[in-house]
C-alpha cells in the first residue's frame, strides 16, 4: 500500500468515526440526555449546501484562473465523478432502505441520504486514488454534446426549483401576519425554551394560503414558521411547534435544497425521483421519531390523528407537518407502533467509509490528440531539446541518459493521449518516467507510467492535466534509447 493511501484510509476512517459520534451524540441530545449549552437541542446532521458550494466554487475559480474551456473541463472531470456516484449510491440505498428502516433509527436512515455532501473531499489534494480501475472511451464531440444537454437540464431542474420555491414563499408570505394570540404565544416561547432557542432567527406567522403547518425559508433572515388560519387545542400546538422547531434546528430545509441538487444533476435518472421522494419521507420520519421520543400511547395517537386530519403542500424546500399519500400508512404506523431500532451510529460511519473510498475508480476518457500536436505543436524536432528524462522509483529519481533524442520525440509525438477525468495519483503505478522538454512555446514536463501520463505545461496559471494512453507504453523501445546515465 502507498503511502498516499495509507493517508486516505487514515483520514476517511476518522471521518467515519465522527459521523458516528455525530448521529450518537445528536441522538443523546435530542432526547435531553446532554447539555445544550448555549446552542438549540435540535442541530444538523449535515448541511445541505456543502456539495453545492463546492461545485459551484470549483466552476467559478476555473473560469477566472483558467479560462471557460478549461472551466467546463473541471466540470465534466468533477460532475462525471459525483453523478456516478450519487446514481449509484442512491440506487443501492433505495434498495436496502426497507431494511434500514427495520434496524435502524430515522434519524440514521435521513442521515444516509446526506452522506454524498461530502463528496467533494474525494477531489481534494492527497484524496486521490492511485489509478482508474475502469475507463470508460468516448468520442470528444459526444462527450460535449451530452455535457451541453446535461447542463441545460440541470439549469432547467434546479432553475424551475428555486423559482417555485421562491413562487410559494410569496404565495404564502404575501397575506401572512404575525401570530398575537396570547395563548398560542405562551405555547410557542415555552417551546422555544424547551428546545433552547435563546435568541431565535425566525418568525411564528399565520397564513390563509396554507392548510398545514410548515416551516419556510433557507436563509436564517427568511425563515418562517407559519401556521393556517384554524384553531389548534394546546396539546396539538404543543406537537406542531416541536415538529416545525426540528426541522429548523437540524436545517432540513438545506437537506431538501441538496436531494434537489442531487436530483438535478441526475435529472435524467428515473431512480433518482423517487430517491428524492424517499428523501423526503426520511426526514419526516426523523422529525416524528424525536417529537415522540418518551411520549405516552395517547400522544402517540393525538400526533398520528393530527397528521391525518391535515393536508398540506409542501413544494419548493419546505418542511411540512401533513403526509403525502404515498407514506401516510407508513408514517403513521411508525407513530403509533414504532419499531424496536439501533441508534444506527456505526452504519452511517461505516456507509461514509465505504462511498468515499469507492471514488475515483471509474474515469472517462475522451478529446486529447497526438503527442506531436499536444506536445510540440507539430515543430521539427530540432526545434525543440531534451531538459532531463528521470527513472522513477515511488519519490526516488534516478537520471537516465537519452541516446536518441529525435527517436525519443518521434516516439512522444506518435503517442494517441486522450483527457481523463478524476484525480490520480500514480503512487502504485508500475514503471515510470518523468522528463521536460523546451520548446519555442514554452516548457513542459510530464510523468509517462503504462497507460497514464501527467502533464504539467510550465508558465503562468498552468494547468496540469492526466491523458489515458490507449496503446501503452513501449517500455522495450524506450530501454533502447534510454539508458541510466553513468
Known amino acids: 500500500m ?3 493511501m495509507a493517508v486516505k484510509i487514515g483520514i476517511m476512517a476518522a471521518g467515519s468515526l465522527m459521523f458516528g459520534i455525530l448521529v450518537a451524540s445528536r441522538s443523546r ?10 446552542r438549540p437541542r435540535y442541530l444538523g446532521y449535515v448541511s445541505g449546501a456543502v456539495l453545492p458550494a463546492a461545485v459551484l466554487t470549483w466552476g467559478i ?14 466540470l465534466i472531470s468533477v460532475c462525471f465523478g459525483i453523478f456516478l456516484h450519487i446514481s449509484m449510491y442512491y440506487i443501492l440505498l433505495l434498495l436496502f432502505l426497507p431494511f434500514f ?14 452522506i454524498p455532501n461530502y463528496l467533494y473531499l474525494t477531489e481534494m489534494g492527497g484524496m486521490e486514488v492511485p489509478e482508474p480501475a475502469l ?55 415555552e417551546e422555544l425554551k424547551n428546545a433552547n432557542f435563546i435568541d431565535p432567527w425566525f418568525r411564528l406567522v399565520t397564513s390563509p394560503a396554507v392548510s398545514s403547518p410548515l416551516s419556510i425559508g433557507l436563509l436564517r433572515h427568511a425563515a418562517r414558521v407559519v401556521l393556517p388560519e384554524r384553531p389548534y387545542s394546546a396539546e396539538d400546538l404543543r406537537l406542531i411547534f416541536r415538529h416545525e422547531l426540528i426541522h429548523i434546528g437540524r436545517e432540513d430545509s438545506w437537506s431538501k ?22 428523501s423526503a419521507e426520511d426526514l419526516e420520519l426523523s422529525c416524528d421519531e424525536t417529537v415522540l421520543t418518551g411520549a ?40 403509533v407502533r414504532p419499531p424496536r431500532t439501533y441508534s444506527g451510529a456505526m452504519t452511517v460511519g461505516l456507509i ?51 541516446m536518441d533524442e529525435t527517436a525519443f520525440y518521434e516516439y512522444l509525438s506518435s503517442m494517441e493521449l486522450r483527457e481523463l477525468t478524476g484525480n490520480y495519483g500514480f503512487e502504485e503505478k508500475g514503471r515510470k518516467i518523468a522528463f521536460r522538454w523546451d520548446t519555442p512555446d514554452g516548457s513542459f514536463s510530464a510523468i509517462l507510467s503504462d497507460d497514464m501520463m501527467r502533464l504539467v505545461p510550465f508558465g503562468e496559471r498552468a494547468e496540469p492535466k492526466l491523458y489515458y494512453l490507449p496503446e501503452k507504453t513501449d517500455w522495450e523501445y524506450l530501454d533502447m534509447i534510454l539508458e541510466p546515465a553513468s
Open 2 to 4: 502507498s503511502e498516499g
Open 352 to 402: 461514509f467509509f465505504l462511498l468515499s473510498m469507492s471514488c475515483g475508480y471509474v474515469a472517462l476518457a475522451y478529446g486529447g490528440g497526438m503527442g506531436a500536436d499536444i506536445f510540440f505543436g507539430k515543430r521539427e524536432p530540432s526545434a525543440c531539446s531534451l531538459a532531463y528524462v528521470d527513472n522513477v522509483d515511488s519519490t526516488l529519481y534516478t537520471p537516465l541518459a537519452c
Open 61 to 74: 475559480l476555473s473560469f477566472l484562473w483558467y479560462g471557460s474551456r478549461a472551466a467546463a473541463q473541471a
Open 296 to 335: 405516552d400511547e395517547d400522544t402517540r395517537r393525538r400526533y398520528a390523528g393530527l397528521i391525518l386530519e391535515t393536508a398540506g403542500d409542501g413544494r419548493g424546500f419546505t418542511t411540512c407537518l401533513s403526509a403525502a399519500a404515498s407514506s401516510l400508512r407508513y408514517r403513521l404506523k411508525n407513530i
Open 29 to 38: 441530545r435530542e432526547a435531553g440526555k446532554d447539555d445544550y449549552g448555549y
Open 257 to 278: 435544497f441538496f436531494l434537489v441538487f442531487c436530483t438535478a444533476m441526475c435529472w435524467f435518472h428515473p431512480f433518482m425521483w423517487k430517491a428524492m421522494r424517499k
Open 135 to 189: 475507463v470508460l472511451r468516448a468520442p470528444e464531440r459526444l462527450v460535449w454534446g451530452v455535457f451541453a444537454v446535461w447542463l441545460l437540464g440541470f439549469a432547467g431542474v434546479l432553475g424551475w426549483s428555486i423559482l417555485s420555491h421562491l413562487r410559494f414563499r410569496r404565495q404564502i408570505l404575501s397575506t401572512a401576519r404575525e401570530v398575537t394570540d396570547p395563548a398560542v404565544l405562551a405555547i410557542w416561547e
Open 101 to 114: 428502516r427495520e434496524r435502524i433509527s430515522a434519524r440514521a436512515c435521513a442521515m444516509l441520504w446526506m
